[in-house]
Protein backbone atom coordinates (compact mmCIF):
# COMPACT_ATOMS: atom_id res chain seq x y z
CA UNK A 1 0.00 0.00 0.00
CA UNK A 2 2.75 2.63 0.73
CA UNK A 3 4.46 1.53 -2.56
CA UNK A 4 1.07 2.49 -4.38
CA UNK A 5 0.86 5.31 -2.64
CA UNK A 6 4.39 6.78 -3.64
CA UNK A 7 4.03 5.88 -6.77
CA UNK A 8 0.75 7.75 -7.09
CA UNK A 9 1.99 10.87 -5.76
CA UNK A 10 5.03 10.34 -8.43
CA UNK A 11 2.58 9.75 -11.35
CA UNK A 12 0.68 12.84 -9.90
CA UNK A 13 3.46 15.36 -10.17
CA UNK A 14 4.61 13.72 -13.80
CA UNK A 15 0.83 14.05 -14.97
CA UNK A 16 1.36 17.89 -13.83
CA UNK A 17 3.99 18.19 -15.65
CA UNK A 18 3.00 16.65 -18.75
CA UNK A 19 -0.50 18.87 -19.23
CA UNK A 20 1.94 21.26 -18.53
CA UNK A 21 3.99 20.88 -21.29
CA UNK A 22 0.90 20.31 -23.69
CA UNK A 23 -0.63 23.62 -22.78
CA UNK A 24 2.66 25.04 -23.12
CA UNK A 25 3.37 26.40 -19.98
CA UNK A 26 6.39 23.94 -19.58
CA UNK A 27 8.47 25.02 -22.34
CA UNK A 28 11.79 23.43 -23.44
CA UNK A 29 13.68 26.79 -21.70
CA UNK A 30 10.89 26.44 -18.73
CA UNK A 31 12.18 22.41 -18.10
CA UNK A 32 15.79 23.58 -18.32
CA UNK A 33 15.35 26.41 -15.57
CA UNK A 34 13.71 23.63 -13.64
CA UNK A 35 16.10 21.70 -14.16
CA UNK A 36 18.91 23.95 -12.52
CA UNK A 37 16.58 24.95 -9.50
CA UNK A 38 16.92 21.17 -8.79
CA UNK A 39 20.61 20.54 -9.63
CA UNK A 40 21.60 23.71 -7.91
CA UNK A 41 19.23 24.95 -5.35
CA UNK A 42 16.80 22.31 -4.35
CA UNK A 43 18.85 19.29 -4.28
CA UNK A 44 22.04 20.58 -2.48
CA UNK A 45 19.51 21.83 0.11
CA UNK A 46 18.39 18.35 1.06
CA UNK A 47 21.70 17.33 0.87
CA UNK A 48 22.66 19.60 3.70
CA UNK A 49 19.34 18.41 5.44
CA UNK A 50 20.82 14.94 5.39
CA UNK A 51 23.80 16.19 7.53
CA UNK A 52 21.79 17.93 10.59
CA UNK A 53 20.48 14.95 12.83
CA UNK A 54 20.04 14.40 16.39
CA UNK A 55 20.35 10.41 15.46
CA UNK A 56 23.47 9.26 15.98
CA UNK A 57 25.56 5.72 15.32
CA UNK A 58 27.85 4.10 17.80
CA UNK A 59 31.67 3.89 15.95
CA UNK A 60 31.97 0.80 15.30
CA UNK A 61 28.56 0.68 13.32
CA UNK A 62 29.15 3.89 10.98
CA UNK A 63 33.03 2.17 10.17
CA UNK A 64 31.54 -1.43 9.72
CA UNK A 65 28.45 0.13 7.81
CA UNK A 66 30.66 2.80 5.82
CA UNK A 67 32.71 -0.27 4.21
CA UNK A 68 29.75 -2.53 3.07
CA UNK A 69 27.94 1.03 1.88
CA UNK A 70 31.58 1.85 0.00
CA UNK A 71 31.78 -1.78 -1.40
CA UNK A 72 28.22 -1.66 -2.79
CA UNK A 73 29.02 1.42 -4.59
CA UNK A 74 32.95 0.12 -5.98
CA UNK A 75 30.59 -2.58 -7.36
CA UNK A 76 27.85 -0.29 -8.79
CA UNK A 77 30.75 1.63 -10.56
CA UNK A 78 32.33 -1.64 -11.98
CA UNK A 79 28.92 -2.90 -13.22
CA UNK A 80 28.16 1.08 -14.84
CA UNK A 81 31.21 0.21 -17.09
CA UNK A 82 30.47 -3.53 -18.11
CA UNK A 83 26.72 -3.15 -18.32
CA UNK A 84 26.82 -0.46 -21.37
CA UNK A 85 29.26 -2.75 -23.01
CA UNK A 86 27.16 -6.02 -23.01
CA UNK A 87 24.18 -4.23 -24.11
CA UNK A 88 26.35 -2.56 -26.99
CA UNK A 89 24.47 1.06 -25.94
CA UNK A 90 25.21 3.64 -28.50
CA UNK A 91 28.50 5.55 -27.46
CA UNK A 92 25.92 9.05 -27.61
CA UNK A 93 24.39 6.78 -24.58
CA UNK A 94 26.59 5.07 -22.74
CA UNK A 95 27.16 8.23 -19.91
CA UNK A 96 23.54 7.80 -19.78
CA UNK A 97 23.22 4.10 -19.04
CA UNK A 98 26.86 4.31 -16.99
CA UNK A 99 24.57 7.01 -14.34
CA UNK A 100 21.38 5.44 -14.62
CA UNK A 101 23.13 2.03 -13.25
CA UNK A 102 24.81 3.88 -10.30
CA UNK A 103 21.83 6.38 -9.06
CA UNK A 104 18.56 5.18 -7.96
CA UNK A 105 15.93 7.35 -6.66
CA UNK A 106 16.67 7.39 -3.00
CA UNK A 107 15.22 10.44 -2.01
CA UNK A 108 11.49 10.52 -3.11
CA UNK A 109 11.13 7.17 -3.05
CA UNK A 110 13.60 5.28 -0.53
CA UNK A 111 13.39 7.73 2.10
CA UNK A 112 9.74 8.07 2.70
CA UNK A 113 9.07 3.67 2.19
CA UNK A 114 12.19 3.40 4.53
CA UNK A 115 10.60 5.99 7.23
CA UNK A 116 7.15 3.70 7.37
CA UNK A 117 8.78 0.33 7.22
CA UNK A 118 11.20 0.59 9.52
CA UNK A 119 10.80 3.83 11.58
CA UNK A 120 12.27 7.69 11.09
CA UNK A 121 15.55 6.64 12.80
CA UNK A 122 16.16 3.95 10.13
CA UNK A 123 16.30 7.14 7.96
CA UNK A 124 19.60 7.79 9.43
CA UNK A 125 21.14 4.50 7.67
CA UNK A 126 19.08 5.78 4.30
CA UNK A 127 21.14 9.41 5.04
CA UNK A 128 24.28 7.55 4.98
CA UNK A 129 23.96 5.70 1.95
CA UNK A 130 23.10 8.84 0.39
CA UNK A 131 26.33 10.47 0.98
CA UNK A 132 28.50 8.81 -1.55
CA UNK A 133 25.60 9.03 -3.72
CA UNK A 134 25.44 12.74 -3.00
CA UNK A 135 29.39 13.17 -4.08
CA UNK A 136 29.42 10.40 -6.95
CA UNK A 137 26.50 12.20 -8.16
CA UNK A 138 28.25 15.76 -8.84
CA UNK A 139 31.64 14.20 -10.04
CA UNK A 140 31.38 10.92 -11.82
CA UNK A 141 27.21 11.46 -12.92
CA UNK A 142 28.20 15.11 -14.22
CA UNK A 143 31.27 13.02 -16.16
CA UNK A 144 28.86 10.83 -17.36
CA UNK A 145 25.79 13.17 -18.24
CA UNK A 146 27.70 15.55 -19.98
CA UNK A 147 27.51 16.60 -23.79
CA UNK A 148 29.47 14.19 -25.89
CA UNK A 149 30.85 14.03 -28.61
CA UNK A 150 31.66 10.90 -30.78
CA UNK A 151 31.62 9.34 -27.86
CA UNK A 152 34.18 11.04 -25.87
CA UNK A 153 33.94 13.88 -23.49
CA UNK A 154 33.98 17.39 -24.69
CA UNK A 155 36.69 18.26 -22.53
CA UNK A 156 37.67 17.17 -18.93
CA UNK A 157 35.91 18.12 -16.23
CA UNK A 158 37.86 21.54 -14.70
CA UNK A 159 38.81 21.59 -10.91
CA UNK A 160 36.18 24.23 -10.86
CA UNK A 161 33.72 21.67 -12.61
CA UNK A 162 34.58 19.11 -10.00
CA UNK A 163 33.95 21.51 -6.92
CA UNK A 164 30.81 22.36 -7.71
CA UNK A 165 27.56 23.11 -5.46
CA UNK A 166 26.61 19.46 -5.41
CA UNK A 167 30.14 18.48 -4.43
CA UNK A 168 30.43 21.27 -1.41
CA UNK A 169 27.30 20.82 -0.21
CA UNK A 170 28.15 17.17 0.73
CA UNK A 171 31.21 17.79 2.02
CA UNK A 172 29.67 20.31 4.11
CA UNK A 173 26.87 17.98 4.76
CA UNK A 174 29.69 15.34 6.24
CA UNK A 175 31.09 18.06 8.24
CA UNK A 176 28.06 18.40 10.07
CA UNK A 177 26.96 14.84 11.04
CA UNK A 178 30.83 14.14 11.78
CA UNK A 179 30.96 16.88 14.15
CA UNK A 180 27.26 16.77 15.46
CA UNK A 181 27.37 20.87 14.08
CA UNK A 182 24.08 22.07 15.34
CA UNK A 183 22.56 24.29 12.72
CA UNK A 184 19.71 26.78 13.82
CA UNK A 185 16.45 25.76 13.78
CA UNK A 186 15.44 28.83 11.20
CA UNK A 187 18.20 27.53 9.38
CA UNK A 188 17.25 24.13 9.67
CA UNK A 189 13.56 24.88 8.20
CA UNK A 190 14.58 26.76 5.39
CA UNK A 191 16.97 24.16 3.84
CA UNK A 192 13.67 21.69 4.41
CA UNK A 193 11.99 23.87 2.52
CA UNK A 194 13.78 24.12 -0.32
CA UNK A 195 15.18 20.48 -0.19
CA UNK A 196 10.84 19.58 -0.28
CA UNK A 197 11.04 21.04 -3.93
CA UNK A 198 13.52 18.61 -5.40
CA UNK A 199 10.90 16.12 -5.85
CA UNK A 200 7.81 17.62 -7.59
CA UNK A 201 9.91 19.74 -9.26
CA UNK A 202 12.06 16.90 -11.09
CA UNK A 203 9.12 14.59 -11.74
CA UNK A 204 7.50 17.86 -13.29
CA UNK A 205 10.25 18.14 -15.51
CA UNK A 206 9.94 14.24 -16.22
CA UNK A 207 6.76 14.79 -17.18
CA UNK A 208 7.03 17.28 -19.16
CA UNK A 209 9.36 15.65 -21.45
CA UNK A 210 7.05 12.47 -21.98
CA UNK A 211 5.04 14.81 -24.30
CA UNK A 212 8.09 13.69 -27.24
CA UNK A 213 7.89 10.19 -25.29
CA UNK A 214 6.10 7.56 -27.22
CA UNK A 215 5.04 4.67 -24.77
CA UNK A 216 4.52 2.13 -27.43
CA UNK A 217 8.16 2.86 -28.44
CA UNK A 218 9.49 3.13 -24.53
CA UNK A 219 8.27 -0.46 -24.14
CA UNK A 220 9.54 -2.20 -27.69
CA UNK A 221 12.62 -0.61 -26.51
CA UNK A 222 14.61 -3.99 -26.40
CA UNK A 223 17.91 -2.38 -24.60
CA UNK A 224 16.09 -0.31 -22.59
CA UNK A 225 14.47 -3.09 -21.39
CA UNK A 226 16.76 -5.43 -20.45
CA UNK A 227 18.68 -2.72 -18.30
CA UNK A 228 15.75 -2.03 -16.57
CA UNK A 229 15.38 -5.41 -15.50
CA UNK A 230 19.03 -6.05 -14.67
CA UNK A 231 18.40 -2.80 -12.89
CA UNK A 232 15.77 -3.46 -11.09
CA UNK A 233 15.42 -7.37 -10.39
CA UNK A 234 19.00 -8.75 -10.82
CA UNK A 235 20.99 -6.16 -8.78
CA UNK A 236 19.17 -5.67 -5.63
CA UNK A 237 18.27 -9.71 -5.45
CA UNK A 238 21.91 -11.06 -6.28
CA UNK A 239 23.32 -7.63 -4.15
CA UNK A 240 21.53 -8.41 -1.08
CA UNK A 241 22.25 -12.27 -1.07
CA UNK A 242 25.69 -10.89 -0.86
CA UNK A 243 25.17 -8.17 1.52
CA UNK A 244 23.57 -10.88 3.65
CA UNK A 245 26.59 -12.54 4.18
CA UNK A 246 28.04 -9.97 6.11
CA UNK A 247 25.05 -8.22 7.63
CA UNK A 248 23.01 -9.74 9.81
CA UNK A 249 20.65 -6.61 11.43
CA UNK A 250 17.62 -6.98 9.43
CA UNK A 251 16.06 -3.40 9.55
CA UNK A 252 20.07 -2.38 7.66
CA UNK A 253 19.41 -4.90 5.11
CA UNK A 254 15.77 -3.93 4.25
CA UNK A 255 16.69 -0.40 3.49
CA UNK A 256 19.87 -1.79 1.72
CA UNK A 257 17.41 -3.55 -0.36
CA UNK A 258 15.04 -0.68 -0.55
CA UNK A 259 17.76 1.49 -2.19
CA UNK A 260 18.82 -0.84 -4.89
CA UNK A 261 15.43 -1.39 -5.70
CA UNK A 262 14.12 1.82 -6.30
CA UNK A 263 13.91 3.17 -10.06
CA UNK A 264 16.82 5.60 -11.88
CA UNK A 265 17.05 8.28 -9.77
CA UNK A 266 15.26 11.39 -11.56
CA UNK A 267 18.87 13.60 -11.10
CA UNK A 268 20.00 11.75 -14.02
CA UNK A 269 17.68 12.92 -15.98
CA UNK A 270 18.03 16.79 -14.04
CA UNK A 271 22.16 16.65 -14.40
CA UNK A 272 22.12 15.45 -18.30
CA UNK A 273 19.89 18.60 -19.40
CA UNK A 274 21.79 20.90 -17.57
CA UNK A 275 24.74 20.31 -19.13
CA UNK A 276 23.22 19.08 -22.47
CA UNK A 277 24.31 15.73 -22.41
CA UNK A 278 21.54 12.88 -23.69
CA UNK A 279 18.60 14.53 -21.64
CA UNK A 280 15.94 11.90 -24.19
CA UNK A 281 17.44 8.59 -23.12
CA UNK A 282 17.80 9.94 -19.56
CA UNK A 283 14.01 10.63 -19.09
CA UNK A 284 13.27 7.65 -20.79
CA UNK A 285 15.00 5.38 -18.66
CA UNK A 286 13.80 7.55 -15.33
CA UNK A 287 10.30 7.27 -17.23
CA UNK A 288 10.27 2.97 -17.57
CA UNK A 289 12.20 2.49 -14.43
CA UNK A 290 9.56 4.17 -12.36
CA UNK A 291 6.55 2.53 -14.04
CA UNK A 292 8.05 -1.26 -14.15
CA UNK A 293 9.06 -0.56 -10.15
CA UNK A 294 5.63 -0.75 -9.52
CA UNK A 295 5.68 -4.40 -10.43
CA UNK A 296 9.35 -5.44 -9.40
CA UNK A 297 9.87 -3.50 -6.42
CA UNK A 298 7.18 -5.74 -4.34
CA UNK A 299 8.72 -8.88 -6.20
CA UNK A 300 11.88 -8.46 -4.44
CA UNK A 301 10.47 -7.35 -1.30
CA UNK A 302 8.95 -10.95 -1.68
CA UNK A 303 12.25 -13.24 -2.57
CA UNK A 304 14.21 -11.59 0.18
CA UNK A 305 12.15 -11.35 3.25
Known sequence: ???????????????????????????EETSKRLSAIVVNIANPAMILVSGISDERMEGRELLSLTVVILAIYAVLLLLAYLLP??????????GVYQAMTVFSNIGFMGYPIIAALYGSSAVLYGALYSIPFNILIYTFGVSALRKKENGAEKKKLSLKEVL????????????????????????????SYLGNLTAPLSMMVIGASMTSISLRELFTDVRLLLFSLIKLLLIPVFGMLLIRQVVTNEVI??????????????MTAMLAQEYDGDYETASRGVTLTTLLSVITMPVVSLLLF
Open 1 to 27: MLLLQQMIIMFLLMSVGFVGSKIGMIT
Open 85 to 94: ALLRVDPKSR
Open 164 to 191: NIGVITSIISLILYLWQIRVPGFLTDTL
Open 253 to 266: CGVFMIMLATPVGS
